[in-house]
């Protein structure tokens, strides 16, 4: 006996059977990664700590606690073998427009149809001063990018619109190294 290549149930409603097509090729329900997935950065108002240890009464210090949520929306398909990418700058108050990586989180995404999973990508510590004598650093942006088991880059999100849509750029982007507003490398700023 030959099977089609769709599988055929039954579904009993009462007295009447209806039957139901289900999709057994992953082909036939191919939903792209920034279509199917829903990504939320969390980072809550970086918190203001440590006022007066060892500084001014006015030094700020923020910790910055990213929490990760990736949700897989489609219930046909999962997403497995993808891999993403997460940074986190900080901008400097002294010298506007410079921003530095301070936190990067690399991650396997392994996500069934219909589930979601969760990452914290660490912690970042940011110190500075606004007024009088400007000086220090203070959260600024955050970027993921999510690449296919193939590599290619198939989603890019970002509080700096000029991130996203500069996606080849993020993976060249370097653990504690400052960049202009161009996206270049630049030297640390003085304090």
């Known amino acids: 006996m030959k099977f089609p290549s769709m599988l055929m149930s039954v579904v009993v409603a009462g007295f009447a059977a209806l039957p139901l097509t289900v999709s057994c090729r992953a082909e036939e329900a191919k939903v792209r990664f920034a279509q199917g997935a829903k990504i939320e950065v969390q980072i809550a108002r970086p918190s203001k700590v440590d006022r007066n240890q060892g500084g001014d009464f006015d030094n700020k210090t923020q910790i910055i606690e990213p929490k990760i949520k990736i949700t897989n929306t489609t219930p046909q398909q999962g997403y ?112």
């Open 80 to 191: 497995i073998g993808y891999k993403a990418l997460f940074l986190l700058l900080i901008d400097s108050v002294a010298e506007r427009g410079t921003s530095k990586v301070v936190l990067e989180h690399k991650f396997d995404i392994t996500l069934p149809p219909k589930q979601f999973m969760e990452t914290e990508a660490g912690s970042a510590r940011a110190t500075y001063d606004e007024n009088g004598i400007k000086w220090g650093w203070k959260y600024g942006t955050w970027v993921i990018q999510v690449t296919d088991p193939k590599g290619e880059v198939v989603l890019t999100k970002s509080t700096a619109a000029s991130l996203e849509k500069q996606a080849d750029l993020i993976k060249t982007l370097k653990l504690d190294q400052c960049y202009n507003r161009q996206w270049k490398p630049c030297p640390e700023p003085r304090n």
